[in-house]
């Protein structure tokens, strides 16, 4: 019987970790992204810019057919892939950047979510999603008003379809993470941020040159050991510096 994990942006960054995770535990691993990863962990690299809403389901259906519900033993979703977007006041930020940060963060997700569950209705295996969720969506950073708004929707996408699933026979269970600061190209961006445009940049570099970044792998073996421990409460946000 096969273990799945399909996780979109598991090319690098904290995806990379997660994958290199699971597939360490002997996971068949598929990964969504607009870039291939050399070889390193799957040949299953699915291309798709989750910025182009109306190419998911399509991705989707595909990497489905080579699916078998009969011969796996559990399937896990991790929406990882997330964009910075334009760190700036919202009256700097353009209309199309506003709709790309959105719609890579937030409705790909929801779409990927609701594709999930519609095509593992029947599939009598445990089904997880982690939305990996960050920090900025409790906490309003100035400059980063697409992001922290995108972030919030995917936690309050998390309750709305915990409380739905929780009605299921066999439901999905689904939870958000966030994960901390974690060293990869996005805190690159992040502190690289122009300081008239964010205003915590120093925050961030601090956290940097005070070596308090944790790496992809630490973060993956977290959110790895909660996938399988089976202690996973529907619907909860947390926050990996918690456990
Ligand atoms: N790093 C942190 O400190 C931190 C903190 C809190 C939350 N997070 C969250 O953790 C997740 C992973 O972030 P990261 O730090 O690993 O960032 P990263 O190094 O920038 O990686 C982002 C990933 O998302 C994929 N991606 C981005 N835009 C995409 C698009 N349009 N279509 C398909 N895939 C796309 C990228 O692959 P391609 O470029 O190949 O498409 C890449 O795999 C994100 O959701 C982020 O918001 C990170």
């Not at 910025?51 to 399937?75: C, G, P, R, V, Y």
């Not at 790496?215 to 946000?237: F, R, T």
Request: aromatic residues 8%; proline residues 2%; charged residues 25%.
């Amino acid at each position: 019987m096969e273990k799945i994990l399909i996780i979109t942006g598991g090319n690098k960054g904290l995806g990379l970790g997660l994958a290199n995770q699971y597939h360490k535990n002997g996971y068949r691993i598929i990964s969504i992204s607009r870039s291939k990863k050399e070889k390193l962990y799957s040949e299953e690299q699915y291309h798709c810019d989750l910025s182009q809403s109306e190419t998911i389901e399509a991705t989707f259906t595909e990497i489905f057919s080579h699916l078998d519900k009969n011969n796996t033993k559990n399937i896990t979703l991790i929406n990882n892939a997330g964009d910075l977007g334009n760190v700036n006041t919202i009256e700097n930020i353009k209309p199309e950047e506003i709709n790309y940060t959105i719609t890579v963060n937030l409705i790909a997700p929801l779409i990927l979510s609701s594709l999930f569950i519609k095509f593992t209705k029947d599939w009598h295996c445990k089904k997880n999603i982690f939305n990996i969720s960050s920090g900025a969506a409790i906490n309003p950073y100035e400059g980063w008003s697409t992001y922290c708004t995108s972030k919030s929707g995917l936690d309050m996408m998390t309750k709305v379809i915990s409380k739905e699933q929780k009605e299921e026979k066999n439901g999905v269970k689904i939870v958000s993470i966030y994960p901390g600061i974690v060293d990869t190209e996005m805190q690159t961006k992040v502190r690289s941020s122009p300081k008239e445009n964010f205003k915590s940049v120093q925050k961030f570099i601090d956290f940097y040159e005070h070596g308090e970044l944790t790496s992809p792998k630490q973060v993956a073996e977290k959110i790895y050991h909660l996938d399988e421990s089976g202690e996973l409460k529907n619907g909860v946000i947390l926050d990996v510096r918690n456990f």
